[in-house]
């Protein structure tokens, strides 16, 4: 009997260019299963680069990515997803005019036998309603308008969405973004419930550092386009991420000024 792979994912000195632009220079991550590491940085620092790199989204101009142990090249977002890759990105992808159950089973909709192509809301409603409870949402009718959900509600129909798509390897971008404690504090317990399952891998992309210390196993941080830190989430104090921070950003003055001289 064959041992699990040791790791869930593994990048390994990704280069991304755009022309003459580099967004990524030699980036490389590793991700256990069922560890949920967090990924730290301003904007431009390449995070979101990086994500639709893992998501196929992009393809790196240089580097590997492993997916379970085996290599992959990754041709598109749904080559991805056939691997168990999906992001719920900040946007969410819902469509407010539409019930939860639609936007849980948009574009791939199952339907009733017969010589018409006629959508099985009845299955839906019901798998909806599962995958939900599956996750520990908690929301009284998968017909109602998601235009009438609350944030965090939105947020997690996302995430149980993506779940119920067969996610293996979960990346979530800003998920607590402009919310109230609240809304944040659902979700923070969803994500715990994703972790405690263990068949689950998380990405979280993040610009609050103690958010993120606070729920994630690993951290890393990015600045331009490469990695300045990564470490245990229980063992590195946000002051120290923010002296991280301001060295980087005392050396990029100091090289800019000589640049000008």
Known sequence: MSAPPAEALRAESIVKRFGSITALNGVSLTLAPGEMLGILGDNGAGKSTLIKIITG?????????????QEVALRSVDHARELGIE?????????????????????????????????NHREMRRRAREALDDIGVDIRSVDEEVARLSGGQRQAVAVARAVYSNA?????????????????????????????RGD???????????????????????????????????ETPVPELLDIVRREYRLRREREAAGNS
């Open 57 to 69: 989204y992009h393809q790196q101009t240089a580097g590997k990515l492993f997916v379970r142990g």
């Open 87 to 119: 992001c719920v990105y900040q946007d969410l992808a819902l469509i407010n005019s539409l019930s939860i159950y639609h936007n849980m089973f948009l574009n791939r909709e199952p339907l009733l036998r017969g010589p018409f192509r006629l959508l």
């Open 168 to 196: 293996k390897i979960l990346l979530l971008d800003e998920p607590l973004a402009a919310m109230g404690a609240r809304e944040a504090g659902l979700i923070i317990d969803l994500i715990e419930r994703l972790r405690k």
């Open 200 to 234: 689950i891998s998380l990405i979280m992309i993040a610009h609050n550092y103690a958010q993120v210390l606070e729920i994630c196993d690993r951290v890393m941080m990015m600045q331009h386009g490469e990695v300045t830190f990564t470490g245990r989430a229980k």
